[in-house]
């Protein structure tokens, strides 16, 4: 295209977001006081913004349909691929010579840092939040990522296990060693409960009624007084203890700081040993083609059941987590945003990738940490985040990367 | 007695301001197997269209009729405008995409316009001014009816009129029908599969601009976060009906209409969203094809 072409589209596409934005984003009535707000400059905003925003558009759309014509091609070889240079943060993370110090490093990082003189208690909280988001991508990303299931309701198993934590101490006096494991298992009960009526269902049907159930458990929350104290929530949730040591608040919150990189690593341990087990690729294969992964002989109503169950058990574990670190819970908590969020982060890191997941949990939950003043925007970003990587790159930051099974001749057969 | 038709009519008149938005799911997935989660964004943008453009128009002066067809043009032109850009944007470059890939992306939308209407506007309810004029005589009759739900029956019924005569009987709804039975096949016989496809979603959310200011009327107060739940319902009702059959779709609104406002009625007002969710939860797993859809074998 012409560059005058392109400057014509783009001032099209322009004049048509002054027209769409025009009442919303300009006009704003006060319908108590009736004053007529007119905002005019936020139309040049509108208007500028999309123009720059199309040609943006049209460059990464034949980006994209030109990286598509590439795969098209002929089969590279692994030799090929091999010669090609290694970008540094492929080869940190393939090659062990790197990839080992890489890690240690990031070890001793994550071990000083609550120590460092410049974080504060309020820094430290903030890293355990995105902690706590990481250990929920990753569980999610066993059933979105691996198993290919879009599951909306993560929440819900997620306000299981924090609610089991509030409830079990309120009525028996529980602490958190205990209810963690307990969390973890009802919401999995929880989990295959709703999984099994729920599974037979396509994809789509999956989505919705997952984000019903989801809504369902929130609503009972907010309005059966009797068992869940309603909107008000529970109060006064313990700490996790540590042999009965006292602690003021900056050491609790380096605790849990530490608790939270210890249940991360397990997180981490345990999904990586999934992924490469044997229903571990039984979930990949679902994922790219369910009947002929029925055909293969894996059974496909046992492999979604234990994905959407584990999934589970992760979202169980991070609740009772959230309830000791807020030492309150309410329904307020576990909303479908809630849900959209744990989700953009699988998204965005990259659907099955492990490293990606955490990649993308630190970025979403630190960055609107840090740009105080973009918080706002921040479900507005994560909207059209998740638009943008469905069609720009549907892989995420970090592709996950499947295990290559490669064959080998003996030398003795070569010819 | 009074009590059941009261629960009746209200039921009925929920139901079809269902039926309106689930027109769109219905139509939208009946052409492209997508459930459009920003649809309810849709219905929503057309409500606070409404309000904003009656309020200018109060405030220049006008009064009754003309206002409510002004407020509800304008509706009924952004809401579409919203509809046609939202499939544009984010469907349109995924057609050959893995099917979860547009559903991620319509969740994104869905996410993007309510804080796109929370941020340019308020998320504070706003006050909804009854557009709806007074119809007396319908006092006179004494049928337990009042005059913003006969309103609203009768706008319906006529809308699914229009809309079924538009399916049958136009050029543009034969290219619908034949792109919802088979895209390639209707691309090969010289349907503009892309311009039918705008057209749905133009028609659908010209339906559901129509459903929200009749709700919003109804109702009285309007946020950013009511399509969210209305267009949840709105796709219950669908699937109830079987997602993909028009017919269908008002049948679920109609169902799932009584089924709030009797459940609502009889049992317990606390839990009003939950009996939706559950006639949705149920119905997909006892009948997943809905009460009038086909189910279709799935071809390797």
């Not at chain 1, 890690?103 to 974080?119: C, E, Q």
């Not at chain 2, 209200?10 to 938005?21: D, E, P, V």
């Not at chain 2, 705008?198 to 109702?219: D, M, N, P, Q, R």
């Not at chain 2, 839990?271 to 074998?297: C, H, K, M, N, Q």
Request: aromatic fraction near 12%.
């Amino acid at each position: 295209m012409t560059a005058i072409a392109q400057i014509r589209q783009s001032l099209i596409v322009a004049l048509w977001f002054m027209f769409l934005t025009f009442p919303i984003l300009v006009i704003r009535v006060n319908t108590i006081e009736n004053i007529i707000e007119w905002r005019w400059v936020n139309m040049l905003y509108a208007g500028a913004g999309s123009f720059l925003g199309s040609f943006a558009w049209r460059y990464l759309l034949e980006r994209k349909s030109r990286a598509a014509g590439k795969d098209g091609g002929p089969v590279r070889t692994a030799e090929a691929t091999a010669a090609e240079a290694k970008p540094w943060w492929r080869r940190l993370r393939e090659e062990r010579q790197y990839r080992y110090p890489a890690l240690s490093v990031l070890a001793v990082v994550a071990t000083i840092f609550p120590f460092l003189p410049f974080t504060s208690t309020y820094q430290i909280n903030i890293v355990t939040n995105a902690l706590l988001y990481v250990m929920l991508g990753l569980g999610l990303n066993i059933v979105v990522g691996l198993a290919g299931l879009l599951h909306l309701g993560y929440v819900a198993f997620y306000a299981v296990g924090a609610y089991s934590y509030a409830l079990l101490h309120y009525h028996f006096g529980i602490g958190f060693w205990t209810a963690l494991p307990l969390g973890a298992l009802l919401a999995t009960l929880f989990g295959i409960l709703l999984g099994f009526p729920v599974l037979r269902l396509r994809g789509d049907y999956l989505a919705i009624v997952t984000l019903g159930f989801a809504e369902i458990t929130r609503l009972v929350l907010e309005n059966w007084n009797e068992f869940s104290f309603g909107p008000s929530g529970i109060a006064g949730i313990p700490r996790p203890g540590l042999f009965g040591l006292e602690m003021d608040l900056h050491g609790a919150t380096i605790y849990f700081y530490f608790l939270m990189i210890a249940l991360c690593l397990l997180t981490i341990f345990v999904v990586n040993r999934l992924q490469n087990s044997r229903i571990g690729r039984a979930w990949v294969a679902l994922r790219e083609d369910e009947t002929a992964c029925e055909a293969m002989g894996v059974n496909a109503t046992a492999a979604k059941l234990t994905a959407f169950a584990l999934g589970s058990t992760w979202a169980g574990l991070a609740g009772v987590v959230f309830a000791a670190k807020t030492t309150f819970v309410n329904p307020a908590s576990f909303t479908f945003l809630e849900s959209a969020m744990i989700l953009s982060i699988v998204v965005l890191g990259g659907m099955g990738s492990i490293l990606g997941v955490i990649l993308g949990a630190f970025i979403l939950i630190l960055t609107p940490e840090y740009l105080r003043a973009f918080s706002e925007y921040r479900m507005l970003l994560f909207g059209l985040i998740m638009v943008m990587m469905m069609i720009f790159r549907p892989q995420g930051i970090v592709k996950g990367e499947r295990r290559i099974y490669e064959f080998h001749r003996k030398p003795e057969d070569r010819e | 007695m009074d009590y059941f038709l009261e629960l009746f009519f209200g039921g009925l008149t929920r139901g079809s301001i269902y039926a309106l938005i689930a027109l769109g799911y219905t139509m939208v997935y009946g052409i492209i197997e997508l459930i459009n989660f920003a649809h309810g964004e849709i219905y929503m943008i057309g409500a606070f269209t409404a309000l904003i453009v009656s309020s200018v128009l109060a405030f220049a002066g006008l009064s009754g009729l003309s206002v409510l067809f002004l407020a509800a043009a304008a509706a009924i032109v952004y809401s579409a405008a919203h509809g046609f850009t939202v499939e544009k944007i984010g469907y349109k470059p995924l057609r050959q995409a893995p099917r979860l890939s547009p559903l991620i992306s319509a969740i994104g939308m869905s996410i993007f316009l309510q804080n796109y209407v929370m941020l340019a506007q308020t998320s504070d309810f706003l006050p909804f001014p009854s557009l709806l004029p007074d119809l007396p005589f319908l006092s006179d009759l004494e049928i337990g009816i009042g005059s913003t739900e006969a309103i609203i029956l009768m706008t319906t019924a006529v809308s699914m009129v229009l809309l079924t005569l538009l399916i049958k009987f136009t050029k543009m709804g034969k290219a619908m029908r034949a792109t919802a039975q088979d895209r390639n096949m209707a691309m090969l016989v010289g349907v503009d599969v892309n311009r039918t496809i705008s057209y749905t979603f133009i028609i659908g959310s010209t339906l559901a601009a129509i459903g929200g200011v009749l709700i919003a009327s109804h109702i009285g107060r309007i946020n950013f976060y009511i399509g969210f739940i209305a267009g949840i319902k709105a796709f219950t009702a669908a699937v109830l009906g079987g997602i993909g059959s028009i017919p269908g779709a008002v049948l679920g609104a109609l169902v799932l209409g009584w089924t709030e406002s009797f459940a609502t009625g009889y049992v317990s007002s606390d839990y009003e969203d939950v009996f939706a969710f559950l006639l949705l939860v149920i119905i997909l797993i006892v009948r997943p094809s809905g009460l009038l859809g086909r189910s279709t074998a799935q071809k390797v």
